[in-house]
T-cell receptor, first 115, second 110 residues
Framework: DAMVIQNPRYQVTQFGKPVTLSCSQT?????MYWYQQKSSQAPKLLFH???????NEADTPDNFQSRRPNTSFCFLDIRSPGLGDAAMYLC??????????????FGPGTRLTVL | GQNIDQPTEMTATEGAIVQINCTYQ??????LFWYQQHAGEAPTFLSY????GLEEKGRFSSFLSRSKGYSYLLLKELQMKDSASYLC???????????FGRGTSLIVHP
């Protein structure tokens, strides 16, 4: 039973052509995250939503935007992809609670290729 | 600030035991996670430590010493399918978001 779903699993786009990656969850978690992960590197947090509140990381380029129309869905928009944006994009969710572990659950990722 | 260190790569033999270390310098520590990530796949949760000591879960155990800023993941009876990257992630007090280390690539050979 899929809990965090990402579509597509593989995305190929051209340099400068906008692309949207999607994430959905069946866990009813209140927090959703987007990470960028390049080969042999740690996942890098781009931004996250705490409920409807958007939280951008200070070093996330303006080229990256996000939308969360409802609890279940979250989108990552890359307005003008560059070659350096080729990476695995991971969506994760968690339920924050006082004293809880707030474990993150990850989707399978979308591998983005920029030509 | 925080600085999470893990060895880049380790190799071990099928059936053996391996220990993957993680050290961190952080203020207001509030939990440490270990994730397993197979090549091209998403990280999957293995363990969570917030108090000192050893947490055992089947073939995998995780240890934490808060005073030393140190954790390890112990894998017993290694199997070929354990070949993966193991990510250590540390959470600061007051934040629900962990910061990930670069991961340790474990190669299990026959």
């Amino acid at each position: 039973d899929a809990m965090v779903i990402q579509n597509p699993r593989y995305q190929v786009t051209q340099f400068g052509k906008p692309v949207t990656l999607s994430c959905s969850q069946t866990l009813n978690h209140n927090v959703m995250y987007w990470y960028q992960q390049k080969s042999s590197q740690a996942p890098k947090l781009l931004f996250h939503y705490y409920d409807k509140d958007f939280n951008n990381e200070a070093d996330t380029p303006d080229n990256f935007q996000s939308r969360r129309p409802n609890t279940s869905f979250c989108f990552l928009d890359i307005r003008s992809p560059g070659l350096g944006d080729a990476a695995m994009y991971l969506c994760a969710t968690s339920r924050t609670s006082s004293g809880g572990t707030d474990t993150q659950y990850f989707g399978p990722g979308t591998r983005l290729t920029v030509l | 600030g925080q600085n999470i260190d893990q060895p880049t790569e380790m190799t071990a033999t099928e059936g053996a035991i391996v220990q993957i270390n993680c050290t961190y310098q952080t203020s207001g520590f509030n939990g440490l996670f270990w994730y397993q990530q197979h090549a091209g796949e998403a990280p999957t949760f293995l363990s969570y430590n917030v108090l000192d000591g050893l947490e055992e879960k089947g073939r995998f155990s995780s240890f934490l010493s808060r005073s030393k800023g140190y954790s390890y993941l112990l894998l017993k009876e290694l199997q070929m399918k354990d070949s993966a990257s193991y990510l250590c992630a540390v959470r600061l007090g007051g934040s629900y978001i962990p910061t990930f280390g670069r991961g340790t690539s474990l190669i299990v050979h026959p």
